[in-house]
C-alpha cells in the first residue's frame, strides 16, 4: 500500500502529567503537552477518557467547548477552565 503523506516528523516534546479535584468532586487526571506544532496551544489529554483537544486561550474562551470536547456539565468546565487558564499560554504565531 501507498501513502501520500502530508506530513511526517518528529520533535522532542513536554508533557506534564497532573491531577487534580475540584469542588464539583471531578477527578480530572490529565496529560499536558507542550510542542512546537500548534503554535503555542497545547495538546491537553484527559487520561480517563482518551478525549484530547489542543487548547490556547481562544479556546478557553469558547462558550460550550469544554463541555463539548471534554463531556463536562457546566461546573466540571468551568474548574477545567480556571485550572488550564494557569497553563495555557498566548498564541505564538511563529514559522516552524
Known amino acids: ?7 511526517d516528523g518528529t520533535e522532542e516534546t513536554k508533557t ?4 487534580f479535584v475540584g469542588d464539583s468532586l471531578r ?4 496529560a499536558i503537552t507542550t510542542t512546537n506544532r500548534f503554535y503555542g496551544k ?9 478525549r484530547t483537544a ?3 486561550p481562544d479556546d478557553l474562551e ?6 463539548h470536547v ?6 466540571e468546565a ?9 497553563v495555557v499560554g498566548p498564541v505564538n504565531f511563529t514559522d516552524i
Do not use: H, P, S
Not at 506534564?16 to 491531577?19: G, L, P, S, T, Y
Open 1 to 7: 500500500m501507498e501513502f501520500d503523506y502530508l506530513y
Open 16 to 19: 506534564r502529567f497532573v491531577c
Open 27 to 30: 477527578r480530572f487526571d490529565l
Open 42 to 50: 497545547k495538546m491537553v489529554t484527559d487520561l480517563q477518557t482518551g
Open 54 to 56: 489542543v487548547i490556547g
Open 62 to 67: 469558547a462558550e460550550g467547548y469544554l463541555e
Open 70 to 75: 471534554y463531556k463536562l456539565n457546566e461546573e
Open 78 to 86: 468551568a474548574e477545567l477552565t480556571a485550572f488550564l487558564t494557569e
